[in-house]
């Protein structure tokens, strides 16, 4: 089946860094992409929606300037968080979609981010 | 504004009961609704998805079944075992491109 990898599988970082997370669609082209965030014990939470080749589509209360998507290629997205601060300690978890494969989505195994 | 919401929490239960997992949304019009399952610390697995023209999905010991008309889904998880133990989510596509509205999640102890 298509697989969706996320790189890193987890990232520690200093206050005040910037971090890139990697989305890649292994086996398939995605044309839309899907950033999480789930912090712990609570559910996931939709950042925004990334189409190849236009600018991300960014849920109410996610700060564009902070959280940078890049959706440059059809296997690949990139979601750059500036500036960490320990708030944005979180697991973000990648999700591709493609209607040429199969009407259906899949997951990223997740990323898991802790700002020191 | 779609609102997904899951009870119970949380449940623990011996290993070999049947389970009933609730899902409940505020707005109808739904494209499709999944289940997942996600292990501590780990991604998501889809269990089910449920288009908005079906009533029920089943897979192996889980039955899935969705209520537009009521805003409702359950997950029902026959002869349940400890590799069952997860947090079990429910998420609704309102979009029709699986941008997804998740649930508030059931964490589902199994004991042996």
């Known amino acids: 089946g298509a697989v969706v990898s996320q790189h890193p599988s987890w990232v520690i970082c200093k206050s005040g860094t910037s971090v890139k997370i990697e989305c890649r669609s292994l086996?398939?082209?995605?044309?839309?992409m899907f950033w999480y965030r789930q912090f712990p014990k609570q559910s996931l939470m939709l950042m925004a929606t990334s189409n190849e080749g236009s600018k991300a589509t960014y849920e109410q209360g996610v700060e564009k300037d902070k959280f940078l998507i890049n959706h440059a290629s059809l296997t690949l997205s990139t979601l750059t968080v500036t500036s960490a601060h320990p708030e944005d300690s979180s697991f973000y978890i990648c999700s591709a979609y493609s209607g040429r494969v199969a009407d259906t989505q899949y997951f990223g195994p997740g990323t898991r981010l802790t700002v020191l | 504004k779609q609102e997904v919401t899951q009870i119970p929490a949380a449940l623990s239960v011996p290993e070999g009961e049947n389970l009933v997992l609730n899902c409940s949304f505020t707005d109808s019009a739904i494209y499709n609704l999944q289940w997942f399952r996600q292990d501590p610390g780990k991604g998501l697995t889809s269990l089910l998805l449920?288009?908005?023209?079906?009533r029920e999905q089943t897979s192996g010991r889980l039955n899935a079944s969705l209520d537009k008309s009521s805003g409702r889904s359950t997950l029902y998880i026959a002869a349940s075992q400890p590799g069952d133990s997860a947090t079990y989510l429910c998420a609704a596509d309102t979009s029709g491109t699986y941008k997804y509205i998740f649930g508030t999640g059931t964490r589902l102890k199994v004991l042996a």
């Open positions: 086996d398939f082209q995605a044309t839309t």
């Open positions: 449920i288009q908005s023209s079906q």
